[in-house]
C-alpha cells in the first residue's frame, strides 16, 4: 500500500543514534528544570521558618526582657543571638544560594547588638517584700498636689500604705492607724476611691471598662486593713448626795 511505510523505512528515517541522543536530551532538560525547583522548596521551607520562628520570638518576648534582670544571663543571651544570626548569614551563602535566611541572620544579628544593656529592674514581689506590704492593687491615676496625674500601685501594709509610680518612686504614703474611711464612688463615668486620713484626702481614679472592679477591690482591700475605732464606754453619773 502506497499509504503505509515498512518499518525498515521508519528505522532508517530515525537511526539509533539519533534516538539515544534525544533520549539524552530529554533527561538533560529534565535535571536543569529540577535544580531551581529544589533551590525554590528550600528558599520556601527557610521563608516559613524564619516566619513561624518570628512569630515564636513575639510569645517569648515578655520573658526575654525580663532576662535583663540578670545580667549574665543577658550577656549569655545577647551573645548567643549574635552567632546564631552570624551563622545564618555565612552558611546559607557558602551551601546554597539562599539569600533569605541571609537577611533574617543579619536582622538577628543586628538586634544583638542594638539591644540595651542589663539593667537592675525590681519586680512588684521584691519591691512588697522591702517595704513589708501584705498586698498589691492597682491604685488607679493618683495626682500629687500640682503635678501630672500618674497610674501608682498601692502596697497595703499593717504599718503603712504607699502609692509608687511605674519607677517604684512613692508618691503617697499613709500611716495605716490614721485611716478613717475608704470609699470608692462612681464619677462623670470613672471610678473614684477616696481615701481619707487624719486631715488629709487623697483621690485615686479609675477609667475604662474594668475601673468599678479594680475601684471595688482596692476599697475593700483598705478597708480590710483599717483599725476599728475603740468602742465609747458611757460615763457614768456621778452619785448625788
Excluded at 544560594?97 to 543586628?110: K, M, V
Aim: aromatic fraction near 8%.
Amino acid at each position: 500500500m502506497h499509504g503505509s511505510r515498512p518499518r525498515s523505512a521508519i528505522a532508517l528515517a530515525f537511526p539509533r543514534r539519533k534516538v539515544k541522543d534525544y533520549l539524552v536530551l530529554d533527561r538533560t532538560v529534565m535535571s536543569t528544570t529540577s535544580i531551581p525547583a529544589a533551590q525554590e522548596s528550600i528558599g520556601t521551607r527557610l521563608r516559613n521558618l524564619a516566619i513561624g520562628s518570628l512569630f515564636a520570638l513575639v510569645l517569648l518576648l515578655p520573658k526575654i526582657l525580663n532576662l535583663r534582670r540578670y545580667r549574665r544571663t543577658w550577656l549569655a543571651f545577647r551573645i548567643a543571638l549574635a552567632f546564631a544570626g552570624a551563622s545564618l548569614v555565612i552558611l546559607p551563602l557558602s551551601l546554597w544560594n539562599s539569600f533569605t535566611a541571609a537577611i533574617a541572620g543579619l536582622a538577628l544579628f543586628l538586634a544583638a547588638i542594638l539591644l540595651p544593656g542589663a539593667k537592675a529592674d525590681t519586680t512588684l514581689a521584691d519591691t512588697a517584700a522591702q517595704l513589708g506590704a501584705l498586698v498589691v492593687v492597682n491604685g488607679g491615676e493618683y495626682q500629687p498636689g500640682n503635678a501630672h496625674a500618674a497610674p501608682v500601685q498601692l502596697f497595703v501594709g499593717d504599718e503603712r500604705i504607699w502609692a509608687l509610680e511605674s519607677h517604684m518612686h512613692p508618691l503617697l504614703v499613709v500611716p495605716t492607724a490614721q485611716i478613717s474611711s475608704a470609699a470608692a464612688a462612681e464619677s462623670a463615668g470613672d471610678w473614684i476611691l477616696r481615701l481619707r486620713w487624719a486631715e488629709h484626702t487623697a483621690d485615686f481614679r479609675y477609667r475604662g471598662i474594668f475601673a468599678e472592679h479594680l475601684a471595688r477591690v482596692a476599697e475593700s482591700t483598705l478597708r480590710s486593713v483599717m483599725r476599728e475605732p475603740l468602742p465609747v464606754l458611757p460615763q457614768k453619773r456621778a452619785a448625788t448626795a
